[in-house]
């Protein structure tokens, strides 16, 4: 489980495909973001939940299921390009951003960018099943980062990033037709399940 407040970037440096599994090594920017990892960790990068399966002071590895790997924005990836990271929660930490369980739901477009004032202002396709998963006000996790919905109509949302989230991810990079790695929030899926479901 995550929070969607990642911890650092990192690059990926090789992508090795075969036809069983795909393996995929980074490099994160800062070397703490290692610090006590170990063996079979969870790790979000961009958003996806994968395992920590070999790692040194610079570098570590994960493995994708080619199911995994056509579902998220890896497949269309390149070596040094920027990556999302972040460590599972400890329980007992705060909660500052929303529970982000690291399981896309799909990969969708940037229409629109534009800035606001200090702040980026970016318009995203809202996939036809996810129609009434996100909601203004609302969390999603793009690219594993939470951030709050502003506007939602005719298949498309709007979210803002701050200087902040500017500055720690690589969502300042996005440019129109980007695509990137969508969660909607776990809870809405629930409510939504019962109330198709009867259960009100």
């Known amino acids: 489980m995550f929070s969607g407040l990642v911890n650092g970037t990192g690059v990926i440096k090789e992508i090795n495909q075969n036809s069983k599994t795909i393996t995929m090594t980074i490099a994160p920017t800062h070397n703490q973001f290692l610090d006590d990892a170990q063996i079979g960790d969870s790790i979000s990068i961009d958003g996806t939940c994968l395992t920590i399966e070999k790692f040194d002071d610079n570098h570590f590895t994960v493995s994708l299921m080619p199911q995994n790997f056509e579902k998220t924005t890896f497949k269309n990836r390149n070596i040094n390009e920027p990556v999302n990271l972040e460590r599972s929660l400890v329980v007992g930490s705060r909660l500052e951003g929303h529970i982000v369980t690291g399981h896309v739901d799909e990969v969708t477009q940037v229409l629109e960018r534009c800035t606001n004032e200090n702040a980026i202002e970016l318009v995203i396709k809202l996939p036809h099943r996810l129609i009434g ?22 298949g498309r949302f709007s979210v803002g990033l701050i200087p902040h989230t500017q500055t720690v991810t690589n969502l300042d990079t996005l440019q129109a037709n980007d695509l990137v790695n969508l969660e909607t929030d776990i809870l809405g899926k629930y409510v939504m399940a019962n109330v198709k479901a ?3």
């Open 198 to 200: 009867g259960n009100y």
């Open 133 to 154: 998963q996100v909601v203004p006000q609302g969390s999603v996790a793009i690219n594993g980062v939470s951030l709050t919905v502003m506007n939602v109509e005719n």
